[in-house]
């Protein structure tokens, strides 16, 4: 077998990915396939409950490296979606009635049509979601951006691991607690996170270890108290989101000797309410190349949509793709544990 070290290089693979978790030891082996709980709770194979978000991975270049990025992001990534494929993502939307926009990357600010984009959808009256850095919004380059997301009434939901320095550069990198906050005050000052202004400023939290996230509304409770307390920003509801385990969360659990032991934790903690509510029901996921998945993490897996549905923006069904088979493998366990996970926080 492969020492630590070695696996943990080879992660830029899919595949290997999906193999550690299924069969890197023996207590791995043995944990029940995620197909097999459905099974229990007569929900296998999982099916959609219809698109209503259509969520973008517009890139995966970042101006970040942060150490539980599950996109594997950062400034050296030339992963970019083009005019060509936003082109298509844009046909599709006028065909549909989905009205949700979410829009992630890396940093989604830092493609190139990414402003042309977030105005064409506002002009078709659709809710657009950002996922932001925030240090990203105190660049010199995109300092300008919170006017613009004023303008077209974009919701900004952006990721601050903790309401400490300590915590949050640790996870983020050196400098990353102060920028935030900038940012944060910046959003705050023309009105995000603010009563009766309608612009919406959500915060994401990540554990920063090899653990669950606790109750969501007794962080976001804290949260609010610390971050008004300390720097008088104000936002408007937090996100829990728990690691999954592929990319680098999948090396920090490789390399900690933490991988059996957090995999045998979402196992037990499975929620067959949280698997009812699980966010590829309700979400199709585009690439930044077009190509269609069921979520985001499996986007960073490889696992396209079923082989018998659509597999491509260009070729865009809405019928076939809400009545498609979902793709599953042993990471969902991340998104069913306790209070469940989505890219709008707890499900249940």
């Not at 029940?32 to 209503?52: A, M, R, S, V």
């Not at 990534?77 to 829009?103: G, K, N, P, W, Y």
């Not at 996100?239 to 037990?268: A, H, W």
Request: proline share 4%; hydrophobic share 35%; charged share 25%.
């Amino acid at each position: 077998m492969k020492s630590l070290q070695a696996e943990a290089h080879t992660l830029s693979d899919p595949a290997v990915q999906l193999d550690i978790i299924n069969h890197h030891s023996e207590k791995l082996k043995s944990l029940p396939k995620f197909g097999e709980k459905l099974e229990e709770i007569e929900l296998h194979p999982l099916k959609p409950t219809g698109i209503d978000i259509f969520q973008m991975n517009v890139g995966y270049m970042c101006n970040m490296t942060c150490k539980h990025c599950h996109v594997d992001a950062g400034p050296d990534r030339q992963e970019i979606m083009t005019r060509e494929t936003f082109e298509h993502c844009l046909d599709a939307l006028r065909e549909s009635d989905i009205q949700t926009v979410d829009l992630t990357g890396g940093a989604p600010e830092m493609n190139p049509h990414f402003r042309w984009f977030v105005e064409e959808v506002s002009k078709m009256g659709k809710r657009v979601i950002v996922r932001s850095n925030l240090t990203i919004l105190t660049t010199n380059k995109f300092s300008d951006l919170p006017d613009f997301f004023k303008e077209h009434q974009v919701e900004v939901t952006c990721s601050l691991p903790f309401y400490s320095k300590s915590r949050t550069d640790r996870q983020r990198g050196e400098g990353t607690y102060d920028k935030s906050i900038t940012a944060l005050k910046t959003l705050n000052d023309i009105g995000y996170g603010k009563d009766n202004t309608g612009l919406i400023l959500n915060l994401v939290y990540n554990p920063v270890g090899a653990f669950l996230p606790g109750d969501q509304k007794t962080l976001e409770a804290e949260f609010k108290r610390q971050l008004s307390r300390k720097h008088e920003i104000e936002f408007n509801e937090l996100f829990t989101i728990t690691n999954l385990p592929i990319s680098r969360f999948l090396n920090f659990l490789l390399m900690s000797g933490n991988l059996d032991e957090y995999m045998e934790k979402l196992v037990e903690s499975f929620n067959p309410g949280a698997a009812a509510n699980v966010m590829c029901r309700n979400t199709i996921s585009v690439g930044w190349d077009g190509r269609l998945y069921d979520c985001d993490f499996n986007q960073m897996l490889e696992m396209e949509t079923h082989p018998n549905s659509v597999q491509h923006i260009r070729d865009f069904d809405l019928e076939k793709l809400n009545n498609r088979e979902i793709r599953i493998n042993q990471h969902c366990y991340g998104c069913t544990a306790g209070a469940g996970s989505s890219c709008g926080g707890a499900t249940v």
